[in-house]
């Protein structure tokens, strides 16, 4: 732990982010931890709230609050998972620009730019002006949400209660919000930083070119992409309105895929980079065994191989397999499959409840105005 707080102080992204600090303080950057005390503060403290004040088993015409599927799946699961991967991210991004120099991932000549950009980086990460219109524009969703539209036991029917549950709402809508603007200057960071002299090394242990780093950086912005695809398969679920708007639907099911295409796209510029230096690798090899061949066609000629232009002959080859398996990307097979893993839940959920569910899509597609303006 000494160490991160070592890290987070030369690079720290979330200095003017006053609530996560709360939660850094509380959870002492551990996401468990950190997950955990959310989770206990905003649901298990919001039912003994709701014990007391008796919207537990309902109150002022409403349901009791433990029917409300879709609001209690979202602040007992997906508002502590959304801390537990906030904090993730902000390990993942101070742990990735202050070990970059460490890495050896930037070359020498290039130290001097990066580190200005690294100050420059920190500021935008932590722009007030951003912090606040994100406060803002959530806390103005949600006195409207509660006050106007809200039915359930979340809205102004829900007493103190319902304020105590929305607070916690207005901060996830908080969370979303500025974790998209982060997540949008990481990805743009790492492009950045790849037009500076990188250090690529195809040999590296870590089996990512040594740019494993640049890798968990991406995965960690994208498995909030999972977390609102998880977040919106549970509408399909549980909300009828959604579950009844076909194009809606189709939206959403573009959103799926697009998820997939972002993922590789903000790492088109590492993977061509990694690419680059495989293919030099590949080609210095090539002629290499263009001119051992040479070597044996002359030595064919005259009937007799020289067994050191064999073994070397041999040795290339061995080494030619050795160099076709050098990573063209910044994470090795494992991780792609932990996260390819994640990713599909959510949407196997979705598929199958389109296609059982006869409200879905599949069964209302003459419902969609695209498809009535077809001949």
């Not at 102004?156 to 949008?184: E, P, Q």
């Not at 020289?306 to 040795?315: G, N, Y």
Request: proline content about 3%; overall charge positive.
């Amino acid at each position: 732990m000494k160490a991160m707080k070592k890290e987070f102080k030369d690079f720290n992204s979330f200095k003017t982010d006053f609530i996560y600090r709360v939660l850094y303080r509380w959870g002492e950057g551990n996401p468990f931890k950190t997950a955990f005390i959310y989770f206990t503060t905003s649901f298990i403290l919001l039912y003994l709230l709701g014990m007391i004040t008796g919207q537990f088993h309902g109150k002022n015409g409403l349901a009791p609050m433990y029917k409300y599927t879709l609001d209690n799946i979202n602040l007992a699961f997906l508002a502590p998972m959304g801390a537990f991967l906030l904090c993730f991210l902000y390990n993942t991004i101070n742990d990735a620009f202050s070990r970059f120099p460490e890495l050896k991932i930037i070359k020498p000549e290039d130290d001097l730019k990066y580190l200005e950009f690294r100050t420059r980086l920190e500021n935008i990460y932590n722009n007030k002006f951003v912090i606040f219109f994100c406060l803002l524009i959530s806390i103005g969703i949600n006195s409207y949400i509660h006050s106007v539209f809200a039915t359930g036991w979340l809205g102004f029917k829900g007493g103190i209660t319902g304020l105590y549950g929305r607070f916690f709402i207005t901060v996830n809508y908080y969370v979303i919000m500025i974790v998209t603007y982060k997540c949008t200057i990481t990805i743009w960071a790492i492009q950045q930083i790849m037009k500076m002299k990188i250090n690529i090394r195809p040999f590296h242990p870590d089996r990512a070119g040594g740019l494993k780093i640049i890798g968990k950086l991406v995965f960690a912005v994208n498995y909030f992409m999972i977390l609102i695809m998880s977040f919106l398969t549970l509408l399909f679920l549980f909300d009828s309105f959604t579950n009844s708007q076909p194009l809606y639907m189709f939206m959403i099911l573009v959103f799926y895929f697009l998820s997939f295409y972002l993922l590789f796209a903000s790492l088109n510029s590492t993977h061509m980079r990694m690419w680059n230096a495989k293919k030099k690798i590949l080609d210095t090899l090539n002629n290499t065994i263009d001119h051992q061949h040479k070597k044996l066609d002359s030595e064919i000629k005259n009937n007799i191989f020289e067994i050191k232009d064999a073994e070397e002959m041999s040795s290339l080859q061995e080494f030619m397999n050795v160099v076709h398996k050098i990573p063209v990307w910044p994470f090795d097979t494992n991780t792609l499959l932990k996260f390819f893993t994640t990713i599909t839940i959510p949407l196997l959920i979705f598929l199958i409840n389109i296609v059982v569910n006869s409200d879905s899509i599949l069964y209302n597609m003459d419902k969609l105005k695209i498809f009535q303006t077809l001949p």
